[in-house]
């Protein structure tokens, strides 16, 4: 019996949206799954890693392209269709493209996009796409090269421009350009940022500054709402209307006068846990079902020790059932607000780290 078919007949999977998938105790399914490929990331971005010195984790627990495999196809079989490549910085993890082919190749995946800075986005896009890569979503945060430099303190601005602009002349589409507002620092230029966006044919999501591990210097004041974007823009485009919601995607969309579709992430100030169906794996092996959580579970062990591809499905899908987590929405109830995690609990568990597990 394959795994799917294993899948298909236990008790817990349900006709969900017509697909065949298991959902926690809140009734979310199993839907998205984040996949970072490596720790280590070329920028230091000061909402992310602002620190000057970081643990990494050991190459030795670091998983193979075969092991992702296996570990994908359990999920694939419990419902999971949509796969993001993540990091850190994925384009750092050597022979990338060939993972790509790989998971590409695993029947039930519809949608497989991979989050970049971009940085080495320019030398790869060819081979991602020739690879199967379907989205891209790239990270910029300004378009100004000497504010890109105070915030991620690396000067590769150009690199990051030119590989959007490659990934249009490989013929990339529905590209994403991700966007870290922050009051005082950049929230002066979403329109700027729409407009270029328009350029490139890509849809710009503005987020909402994140209090997740990693921001060890997280600043409540610094938090530009999605209220707040959407009140700067009506002064500039006019009128802005709500694009009607039809999937699970962190984002709420909306469309300017002239039709150009924009998103805005605002897991702060408008937590959407109630229907968040993503969790996360990280580069050695640690299952995360929230952005928030403090523990996962290992699965790298029970991989590596030999475990079936229907033994890895009863401990994931036991996992996910018992899944609560609303990591968001209890972050917002706390009346004074601080950093999630200290610098010292993050250097004692890496996996904490947003660069670690993957945003």
């Known amino acids: 019996m394959s795994l799917c078919d294993w899948a298909l007949r236990r008790e817990s999977a349900i006709d969900y949206w017509g697909l065949m998938r298991i959902v926690d105790a809140l009734r979310r399914p199993l839907g998205h799954l984040r996949l ?11 909402y992310c890693m602002p620190e000057e010195e970081y643990n990494w984790l050991r190459k030795s627990d670091i998983l193979t392209f075969d092991e992702y495999r296996r570990l994908v196809e359990v999920f694939v079989g419990l419902g999971t269709d949509k796969i993001r490549l993540t990091g850190g910085e994925p384009l750092l993890r050597g022979g990338l493209t060939e993972l790509v082919a790989m998971l590409v190749a695993i029947p039930g995946i519809r949608d497989l996009a991979l989050t970049t ?18 989205r891209l979503t790239v990270s910029l945060d300004t378009l100004d090269a000497d504010r890109f430099a105070k915030l991620s303190r690396r000067t590769s601005h150009s690199a990051v421009m030119d590989g959007i602009h490659a ?24 329109p700027a940022l729409l407009e270029f966006g328009k350029t490139v044919d890509a849809e710009v999501r503005f987020i909402e500054y994140m209090d997740v591990g990693g921001a060890t210097n997280w600043d409540g004041d610094l938090v530009f709402s999605r209220a707040e974007m959407l009140a700067a823009l009506t002064a500039v485009y006019g009128e802005i209307k709500e694009v009607p919601k039809l999937d699970n995607a ?15 992430i605002s897991s702060t100030t408008a937590p959407f846990c109630a229907t968040c169906d993503r969790s996360r794996l990280t580069a050695d092996g640690m ?44 972050r917002f109830k706390e009346r004074r607000r601080t950093t999630f995690v200290s610098v010292q609990t993050l250097r004692n568990d890496p996996h904490l780290e947003m660069h670690t597990r993957g945003g």
């Open 36 to 46: 970072s490929v490596i720790d280590k990331c070329n920028l230091r971005c000061q």
């Open 117 to 134: 800075n971009g940085v080495l986005l320019r030398k790869h896009a060819r081979a991602l796409r020739e690879a199967g890569l379907h």
């Open 167 to 190: 990934a249009v002349e490989e013929g990339f589409t529905q590209t994403k350009i991700d966007t870290v507002v922050m009051r005082g620092v950049n929230d002066d230029e979403l």
């Open 250 to 264: 962190p984002a709420d969309r909306f469309a300017l006068p002239d039709g150009t579709v924009f998103g805005i």
């Open 287 to 330: 299952w995360y079902r929230c952005l928030y959580a403090l523990t996962g579970t290992d699965l790298r062990e029970p991989l590596r020790s030999g475990a079936t591809a229907e033994e890895l499905g009863e401990l994931v899908a036991g996992v996910w059932r018992q899944r609560r987590d609303e990591g968001a929405v209890e």
